[in-house]
């Protein structure tokens, strides 16, 4: 009697270790992972979903689970969820949100995880966008260029040149042609701002801009120079000078643009590469447009970026099994798949030569030649960024584009206030 009930117990609790996904599949359990995916296109979450699935059955004894998130939500719901101890053990998020979660120690260091294949397929240039200080904490695997979506029969009928990624518009060029394309009601350029900060900081790699800057003792200090003013000045120049930008776009997602773009009121707007898909599926029948690269500057066609990125948590019980399903969703095949699903670049170099990024159809040639020039968005590994953005870049960039405040006000708060914001988290 005593030996059946021992024995019974035993089972019930091996089948109970087997139903919270921390089984041994060397002891008969089975091991399952959180996939917690911040695809929405329908395109991207019917991608990541088939992945998902042809993992699940080709290895029976690791499980993934797919947990749908929501790029709205997504960082105060991971910080919730790693002080609750449930975060989920693969990540989908953005480099430029993995500062605080990789100094904070809630991801896990990724240099002894990763496959060798993969090491060497990314580019150092995108490694950098998620290593902060000694460690790896995200591999970035999808990246989005800014570029200038135009209505093609404007352009034409107007006689300027059109750039090319080999010759492209510099920022000079580009004020000049919107000046040449705008009146009677209708305007060269439209710039969707709602958020300002990365879009002008990312653009200004192009003419030298760097913002942040660190000193020998790693501290990182705000200087708004020269450089750094370029790309402003022309955005303010356009909308408040020579009215060859709509104001009213200003407080824009890139979104809102499209019905007056399509409408014949501007003749380009500056967006991010996956916004192809909304201008294909939203383009009015007979509407001509095409794909130009953002306007050049003293460092050429630099662009700064903050890849999507595949983490995994630091309390994952289960890492080396989740690195190997991050090395099966990014393998060059499945990373196109990805890539093309949501409309972006992938940042691997087998990938990037897959003859479906190199069409000219909706763009996507033209976007894969801007892959080389991208870099780590200046703010990448800068402590405090969310919030001198939010409470310091913001307001500033948004008075300066709407001519309320100048030049100097706006070097101003960007270095006194900004330097204050930041050296609370460098103490």
């Not at 695809?39 to 797919?66: C, G, R, T």
């Not at 383009?283 to 050049?296: D, E, H, M, T, Y």
Request: glycine share 10%.
């Amino acid at each position: 009697m005593r030996a059946r009930l021992v024995t019974g117990i035993l089972a019930l609790v091996l089948l109970l270790a087997g139903c919270t996904g921390g089984g041994d599949p060397a002891k008969g359990g089975r091991i399952t992972l959180r996939f917690q995916s911040l695809a929405w296109q329908q395109e991207s979450v019917a991608a990541n979903k088939e992945l998902v699935k042809e993992w699940n059955a080709a290895h029976p004894d690791v499980k993934v689970e797919y947990v749908q998130g929501s790029w709205d939500s997504v960082h105060d719901q991971l910080l919730t969820s790693f002080e609750g101890g449930e975060a989920p053990d693969i990540i989908h998020d953005a480099s430029d949100d993995l500062a605080d979660f990789a100094y904070g120690g809630y991801l896990a260091d990724l240099r002894g995880l990763l496959s060798p294949r993969l090491k060497s397929d990314i580019p150092q240039r995108s490694w950098r966008t998620t290593t902060f200080g000694d460690g790896v904490y995200g591999v970035p695997f999808l990246q989005e260029p800014r570029v200038l979506v135009a209505n093609a029969t404007w352009l034409r009928k107007s006689g300027v040149r059109i750039p090319t990624p080999e010759h492209p518009w510099s920022w000079e060029d580009f004020q000049q042609v919107t000046k040449e394309l705008s009146g009677d009601g209708r305007y060269g350029v439209a710039w969707p701002l709602k958020e300002p900060v990365s879009a002008t900081l990312n653009l200004s790699l192009s003419a030298g801009g760097e913002l942040f800057h660190r000193g020998v003792d790693g501290k990182v200090t705000v200087r708004f120079g020269a450089s750094d003013q370029v790309v402003p000045r022309t955005i303010h120049d356009q909308a408040n000078t020579d009215r060859s930008a709509s104001p009213t776009t200003l407080g824009s997602g890139g979104s809102d643009t499209l019905p007056g773009f399509f409408g014949g009121k501007y003749a380009m707007v500056p967006l991010g590469f996956s916004y192809r898909q909304q201008v294909a599926q939203q383009a009015p029948k007979g509407f001509a447009w095409q794909v130009l690269p953002a306007p050049a500057g003293a460092d050429g066609l630099a662009q700064g970026v903050s890849p999507q990125t595949l983490s995994i948590a630091a309390d994952s019980p289960h890492k080396k099994e989740a690195a190997a399903f991050v090395d099966f969703l990014l393998r060059p095949r499945n990373m196109v798949r990805l890539a093309l699903g949501d409309w972006m670049l992938p940042t691997g170099t087998r990938a990037l030569k897959d003859p479906a990024l190199h069409t000219a159809e909706d763009g996507w040639a033209t976007g894969t030649a801007l892959a080389a020039h991208l870099r780590s968005a200046p703010a990448q590994s800068v402590r405090g960024y969310p919030e001198w953005k939010d409470k310091v870049a913001t307001p500033a960039f948004q008075e300066y584009y709407s001519g309320a405040i100048g030049l100097d006000d706006l070097r101003h708060r960007l270095e006194q206030d900004g330097n204050l914001v930041l050296a609370r988290y460098q103490r």
